[in-house]
C-alpha cells in the first residue's frame, strides 16, 4: 500500500501560480500511474491530470490543458502539478492517487487507490 501525501496549495488570485506536490512512501512508486483530480463543495470529485509510471505518457482535462503541467521525479518518489494562469473556478480541494502501471491510465478517480488528505487550493478573483 502506498501512502500519498499531498501539499503547496494556499490563497492565490486569478492569474497566478502554484506547484503541489504528491510525495509518495511505502511502496514502489515507479509501480505507479499518479493522477490530480480536485473537489469543489458541493461538486463530485474530478480528474485534473495523470502521468504515467515512466512519466512517458500525460493527459489532462480540457478545463486545464495548456494551463497545468504534470510531472514526476521517481528518485524523490514526488509527483508535481504545476498550475499556472489559475482561474477562480480552479477552486478545490486537491487530492493525488495511484494506479497500478499493469493497468492503463484512466481520468476516473473510482480507478484509483491510496488516496491523500487533499490540499486546498483557493483562487480569488
Known amino acids: 500500500q502506498v501512502h500519498v501525501v499531498e501539499s503547496g496549495g494556499g490563497l492565490v488570485q486569478a492569474g497566478d501560480s502554484l506547484r503541489l506536490s504528491c510525495a509518495a512512501s511505502?511502496?514502489?512508486?515507479?509501480?505507479?500511474?499518479i493522477g490530480w483530480f480536485r473537489q469543489a463543495p458541493g461538486k463530485e470529485r474530478e480528474f485534473v491530470a495523470v502521468i504515467s509510471w515512466s512519466a512517458g505518457s500525460t493527459n489532462y482535462a480540457d478545463s486545464v490543458k495548456g494551463r497545468f503541467t504534470i510531472s514526476r521525479d521517481n528518485a524523490k518518489n514526488t509527483v508535481y502539478l504545476q498550475m499556472n494562469s489559475l482561474k477562480p473556478e480552479d477552486t478545490a480541494v486537491y487530492y493525488c492517487a495511484v494506479r497500478n502501471r499493469d493497468y492503463v491510465m484512466d481520468n476516473n478517480y473510482r480507478m484509483y487507490a491510496d488516496w491523500g488528505q487533499g490540499t486546498q487550493v483557493t483562487v480569488s478573483s
Open positions: 511505502g511502496g514502489t512508486f515507479s509501480r505507479y500511474h
